[in-house]
Structures are given as C-alpha cells and as structure tokens.
C-alpha cells in the first residue's frame, strides 16, 4: 500500500522562528490534507491541498504531485502552534480512506 | 453550524466488555469514517460509511464493527475488548462534491480497556 513519510519527526523552535515540515508519498494520490493535533488529542484540518499552493494566515502549504511530496510552512511560530502535524493521503477509488503519516511533534517555546 | 460530535468522550471498561461509539456528523454530511489512534500504531483507518452503506474498510478484526443510520449517525461497536483496543478513537464527517473530501474531526472517544 502507499507510504507516507513525514519529516522532521521532532522540531522545537523558539517564538518567531519559521519552520519547514515535510511529506513524501510513494504512489499517486487524489487527496491530501495537513492537520494538527492538538495536546487535547482535537484533529483540525488545515488545508485539502492535492496538488499546489495554499495560504491561510502564517501557514502555507504547496504540494507536488507529480515529484510526490508536500511541504508545510509555519512563519512567525507562536506557542499555541505546538502540537503534532500530520499529512494524510488517499488514492483514487480511496473515498475517505485516509493514510496518515506518523506526524511531526512540534513544540514552541516563548 | 456544529461540528462533528463524539460521544462518550472518556470511558473505561474491561477485557472481554463490549463498546459502542457514537459520531453525529455534521449537518448534511453523508459520509463518516472512523480511525483508532494509538501510540505504537498511530492513526489507523477503521471503515467509512456512506448512505447507510460501508464504502470502505482498513484492517481490523471482525471484533471492530459499525453501522449508519438514516439521518447519518453512526455507531461503532468493539466487541471482546482487549488491552490493545486501548485508543482514542477518531470520527470524522464529509460532504460530497467537486473538491469536497475535506474531513473534518471530532473530539474523539479515549477508550480504557483494562
């Protein structure tokens, strides 16, 4: 089945630092999603990004499809970012049978 | 407009009980899907249910079953507990259409078994 590779497993950044996670994927897919969990074990979605570029507020995402990965971006971090970011994927025919990587466990010191 | 609803949040039960799990998805969601999240095994895939059908089903034993009823609720049932059923278990809701699949998460059930 497909694989979903996240990286860096752990970040720890100081307050206003920028940050770069990434997910690399081993088959095509018709879905991807960033979401964060936070330390109360809540999943929220960050962006639905297959393929291109997002922006919301601080964070932006940008997927390549055809090279299989996907990058999010946090500028200006702040403690409440902390958390566990997770990519998840699915293929077609997949409806929402979701793949998820193993997360990147993010912490923020002010 | 509400969110996807878990219900209960927290329960403990012991080997060998059996579990039911509750999602109320959000307001004309059709599709629902359930994960089990562990620490050894992260974020795993249960099934999916759409209009009252499975559409979809990970790899989990026979003990791991679920259901959806007409207004979209759905229910999960783990029989024959074990310690490893331990997890917080996620559901999560979707419309339907052009560029839809976005899934949006409850606050999960954490299940004790022990």
């Known amino acids: 089945g497909i694989q979903v590779e996240q990286s860096p497993p752990d970040l720890i950044l100081q307050e206003g630092a920028n940050s770069t996670l990434r997910c690399n994927f081993s088959d095509s897919v018709n879905n991807l999603q960033w979401f964060h969990q936070n330390p109360w074990g809540q999943l929220i979605n960050l962006f639905y990004i297959p393929s291109g570029t997002k922006q919301n507020g601080r964070l932006s995402a940008t997927t390549v499809a055809t090279e299989r990965y996907s990058l999010l971006y946090i500028s200006s971090s702040q403690t409440t970012d902390s958390g566990v970011y997770f990519c998840a994927v699915s293929i077609s025919g997949g409806y929402n049978k979701l793949i998820f990587g193993a997360g990147t466990r993010l912490a923020v010191h002010p | 407009k509400a969110g996807v609803t878990q219900t209960p949040r927290y329960l403990i039960k012991t080997r060998g009980q059996q579990v039911t799990l509750s999602c109320s998805p959000i307001s004309g969601h059709r599709s629902v899907s359930w994960y089990q999240q562990t620490p050894g095994q992260g974020l795993q895939f249960l099934f999916e249910?759409?209009?009252?059908?499975?559409?979809n089903k990970g790899n989990f034993p026979g003990r791991f079953s679920g259901r959806q009823f007409s207004n979209s609720r759905s229910e999960m049932n783990v029989s024959t507990l074990e310690l490893g059923d331990s997890a917080l278990y996620l559901c999560?809701?979707?419309?339907?259409?052009?560029?839809?699949?976005?899934?949006?998460f409850g606050a999960g059930s954490r299940l004790t078994v022990l």
């Open positions: 999560a809701s979707s419309s339907e259409g052009a560029g839809a699949n976005v899934l949006t």
């Open positions: 249910y759409f209009s009252e059908t499975q559409r």
